[in-house]
């Protein structure tokens, strides 16, 4: 019996909407947990519908036309990590990819996504995802200890 019962693509209006409420002049880390479709799924006549690629291409496709706009705002990569295992969670949760996506401030996003070749770019994410998390942090100091 499966633990994880819905998947998430995009925000939830109310989601997007607190995200939204958070100050916007400072810096943020996005967590960002993929899980790629066994083949994507390309809308009727978009011009990548019909080539028979991996969720996993059709991810990378995203990157490579988001990525100059993601740049331009001030993003960069700051971890990036290969899933092994779960030790807290569900038993079945499983991730393809995970990475921490930093912005310059919450307004970077925002420029990002709003961008007209952002949004022709990230026709290629929903395609590429069967499920996914983006969870928004405000950048802490790293150390040696927990607390």
Do not use: C
Request: charged content about 25%; overall charge negative; cysteine-free.
């Amino acid at each position: 019996m499966s633990l994880v019962s819905e998947t998430y693509i995009d925000p939830s209006p109310a989601n997007f909407a607190a995200f939204k409420d958070l100050p916007r002049d400072r810096p943020i880390h996005m967590l960002n947990l993929l899980r790629f479709r066994e083949k994507a799924e390309y809308p009727q006549g978009q011009e990548n519908h019909g080539k028979g690629w991996s969720g996993q291409r059709a991810y990378e496709e995203y990157g490579r036309t988001s990525g100059p706009i993601f740049r331009r705002v001030g993003g960069a990569i700051v971890w990036r990590g290969t899933f092994e295992t779960v030790v807290t969670g569900p038993d079945d949760m499983r991730w393809d990819d995970g990475f921490v996506a930093q912005y310059p401030h919450a307004g970077a996003f925002f420029e990002m996504i709003k961008d007209p070749e952002y949004q022709k770019a990230v026709v290629n994410r929903t395609a590429a995802l069967a499920d996914s998390r983006l969870v928004r942090f405000a950048p802490g100091e790293a150390g040696e200890g927990f607390g």
